[in-house]
């Protein structure tokens, strides 16, 4: 036996599955069972008996513990380095985890994880991402990322191979996801929307994302963009009412299925400019 740390609770049993298009009424008061056997960290403002901010959770944090915040509005700044993690918010609706001084989840070389019912907001002026995920495995599901001065989400390097999945990639100044350096995430059931350029952004050689059955919508440039050597599954997306085209891509990309079978692959429209370009400057409009 051992004494409770602040904020340690026994575990309870797991409330149920949110579903990615319709968020739970009611926010999970109670944290779910830790499949590793471990502790699970409670963060809670309110409660002086519980951590403060994630931050100070995850510090005490072993391999094998998991956190679980309650419903409330956290300034925080998550940085996290060759260390698993297992976060688990009440749901994206009911816990905010906001920065003004960088973005507010760094991950790097993070071998495993479940981060989950979180939503991160930047509220900075400097030019940073809501999220960024540096050649680390692990799985973002059911969170908000919003607000970034760049892409809500940066995945890149070559050891980058994160699940993201049930999201929402909303209002950042640039793409919602932004995929290169090598990455090779799986990317699915992601709902990228009102983005200032893409809802989801591809580059460089070796890139080589799965995406698969994503929502781009109302993104104000196209809903995806692959450019720059950049290779990817593209399978089952719907990219509607964005502003110009469903997806771009430059001559030198590779997809598969290959571009003459995308438009029967996914679906494209409506979209006003069409359903898909392939051009030499796909950044123009931007001047880029």
């Not at 698993?84 to 991950?107: M, N």
């Not at 909303?170 to 929307?193: L, Q």
């Not at 719907?238 to 995308?262: I, Q």
């Amino acid at each position: 036996m051992h004494e409770k740390t602040p904020g340690e609770q026994e575990e309870g049993s797991p409330p149920p599955a949110p579903s990615a298009s319709s968020p739970p009424a009611s926010p999970a008061l109670d944290p779910p069972v830790n499949p590793t056997g471990g502790r699970t960290l409670i963060v809670d403002g309110t409660d002086s008996g519980c951590y403060p901010r994630p931050s100070a959770a995850l510090k005490e944090a072993r391999p094998e513990d998991q956190i679980f915040i309650r419903p409330g509005l956290y300034e925080d700044k998550i940085y996290l380095v060759h260390k698993p993690v297992r976060l688990i918010g009440a749901g994206r609706d009911f816990v905010q985890i906001f920065s003004r001084r960088g973005g507010p989840l760094y991950l790097q070389h993070v071998p495993e994880g479940l981060i989950s019912g979180i939503t991160f907001r930047y509220i900075g002026s400097d030019p940073h991402s809501a999220m960024s995920v540096l050649d680390s495995v692990c799985t973002i599901t059911r969170c908000r990322i919003t607000e970034g001065i760049l892409s809500g989400i940066v995945v890149y390097g070559p050891e980058s191979r994160p699940t993201l999945t049930e999201n929402e990639v909303c209002y950042n100044r640039e793409s919602g996801i932004f995929i290169f350096s090598g990455a090779r995430p799986y990317v699915s059931k992601n709902d990228c929307f009102g983005n200032h350029h893409f809802g989801i952004a591809v580059r460089d050689p070796q890139t080589h994302p799965d995406l698969v059955r994503n929502l781009c919508r109302k993104n104000l440039l196209s809903g995806m963009l692959l450019f720059y050597h950049a290779e990817g599954l593209i399978l089952e997306n719907h990219c509607r009412d964005n502003h110009h085209w469903g997806l771009v891509m430059t001559p030198d990309c590779k997809t598969s299925p290959g571009p003459e079978e995308l438009l029967a692959a996914n679906l494209l429209l409506p979209n006003p400019r069409g359903p898909l370009l392939v051009t030499e400057e796909p950044l123009s409009e931007i001047g880029r």
